[in-house]
Nanobody, 116 residues
Framework: QINLVESGGGLVQPGGSLNLSCAASGFTFVNFPMSWYRQAPGKQRTFVATINQGSTYTYYADSVKGRFTISRDNSKKTLYLQMTNLEFEDTAVYFC?????????WGRGTQVTVSS
């Protein structure tokens, strides 16, 4: 019943921007912190950003700090990731994740490809 559906991925040029969304259903969205992870080709899935329930705290991986912005709209049950100044190294499948590290609840991902 729990469902997380990412959208907004696509092909962008280096230096470009892209906005991702994660639509949540099947649970009380407002009660959970939410995070974005990504998995680049041939690599392990890694942390990107996290946000607490009330949007009063955010934290970013060093690799995206200053370029990406995580946000959420609890009334719409949606998590967002605004991505700017994209680099080749940002190419990955981006996943929406619920809760803390012990909560194994993931979306299926959306592909972001940065290419010239």
């Amino acid at each position: 019943q729990i469902n997380l559906v990412e959208s907004g991925g696509g092909l962008v040029q280096p230096g470009g921007s892209l906005n991702l969304s994660c639509a949540a259903s099947g649970f009380t969205f407002v009660n959970f912190p939410m995070s974005w992870y990504r998995q680049a080709p041939g690599k392990q899935r890694t942390f990107v950003a996290t946000i607490n329930q009330g949007s009063t705290y955010t934290y970013y991986a060093d690799s995206v700090k200053g370029r990406f912005t995580i946000s959420r709209d609890n009334s719409k049950k949606t998590l967002y990731l605004q991505m700017t100044n994209l680099e080749f190294e940002d190419t990955a499948v981006y996943f929406c994740k619920r809760g803390d590290a012990a909560d194994d609840s993931w979306g299926r991902g959306t592909q972001v490809t940065v290419s010239s």
